[in-house]
C-alpha cells in the first residue's frame, strides 16, 4: 500500500492561468499529441519555423552534383538542419541513426526523369515510417499535371494513414514544364494540398502576391529553394519568404552544390530563426566560408 504520511494538500492552484499556450505550428491546434509532437521535430517550438534540408533527389534524377556520396556530402551537414528530407533508402544507408533533425521520408516515387514525372504512385507504407520515427512524410501534389487526380488521391490516402499513426504529411506542389508559376496558381495548388488535410505545404516563392500564398493557405508553408542561385540571391529569396508568411525553407541545391554547403546552411539559418537581412547574412557566409578555407 502507499505510503500516505506526511503528504501535503494541493495548494498552489493559479485560476485563468495556463502555459498550455497556442500550438507554434499553424492550423495543428486540435491535431493529437503525437502529430503535434512530430511537428515539433520539423518547426523550432521558440520561432515557429524551419530549415529543412531536402536531399532527396535521388530518387527521380540519381546522383546529381552534391549528392555523388550523401554520406560525405550530406551527413556532416545533417547536425545543423532543423528537418532533413530524404527517400528512406537514403536515411538508412546515409544518415546516422543519432541524428536529431526530424525525420521528413519522401513517399511517392516511381517514374524517372526520362518519363512523364507526374504519373507517380505511394512507394512506402506507413509501418515503414514509423519503424523509422519519421515526424513527415512527403508527397508530390501535380495540381494541372496529366495525373492530377490520382497524386490528390494519393495525399488523401497518405492523410488518412498519417492520421492514424499521428504522423504528419508534408504536400509538395510540383511544378511541370508548361505550368504558370504566378500567386495565383500556388493559392490553387496549396490551398488543395491543405483541404485535402496535408499538414505542411511546400511550394516555390513568387515575388509578386506571395503574400496572398501564405495568408490563404490554412496550414504553414515552406519554400522549396529551387534550381542553385549564387548565394547571395537564395538569401534574399529565403528572407522575403519569411517576411511575407512562409514557415520556413526546404532548400537542397542552394546548400549543398554551393562551394561552402556548411556556411550557407549556417547563413539561411541566421534569415529563418534570427532575422538576419540577407547581406548580413551573406556576410556571415563569406566568415564561414574563409575560415573553412583556412583550415
Known sequence: MADTDGLLDARTFQPGRTVADAF??????????????RLS????????????????????????????????????????????????????????????????????????????????????????????NAAALAIQVFI??????RSVANLARLVDAGQRHGVAVLGVTAVGKDMVRDARYFRLATRISAEMGAHVVK????EEDFETVTASCPVPIIVAGGKKLPELDAL???YRSIQ????????????????????????????????????????????????????
Do not use: C
Not at 79 to 91: E, F, K, S, V
Open 24 to 37: 507554434h505550428v499553424k492550423g495543428a491546434q486540435a491535431q493529437d499529441w503525437g502529430l503535434q509532437n
Open 41 to 132: 521535430r520539423i518547426f523550432r517550438p521558440d520561432t515557429g519555423r524551419t530549415v529543412m534540408l531536402a536531399f532527396d533527389h535521388g530518387y527521380f534524377v540519381g546522383p546529381m552534383a552534391g549528392l555523388e556520396q550523401l554520406d560525405v556530402n550530406i551527413a556532416p551537414l545533417v547536425p545543423d538542419a532543423d528537418a532533413i528530407m530524404m527517400t528512406r533508402g537514403a536515411l538508412r544507408t546515409s544518415i546516422p541513426s543519432h541524428s536529431s533533425a526530424g525525420v521528413v521520408l519522401r513517399a511517392s516515387g516511381g517514374p524517372s526523369i526520362l518519363r512523364e514525372l507526374s504519373d507517380e504512385h505511394l512507394a512506402l507504407d506507413i509501418e515503414d515510417a514509423v519503424r523509422l
Open 144 to 149: 494541372g499535371g496529366e495525373h492530377e487526380s
Open 203 to 206: 511550394t516555390y516563392y513568387v
Open 236 to 238: 534574399t529569396m529565403a
Open 244 to 295: 511575407e508568411g512562409a514557415a520556413g525553407v526546404d532548400m537542397g541545391r542552394n546548400i549543398f552544390q554551393s562551394d561552402h554547403p556548411a556556411a550557407m546552411l549556417a547563413a539561411v539559418r541566421a534569415v529563418v530563426h534570427a532575422g538576419a537581412k540577407p547581406e548580413e547574412a551573406y556576410e556571415l557566409f563569406r566568415e564561414r566560408s574563409a575560415g573553412h578555407a583556412a583550415s
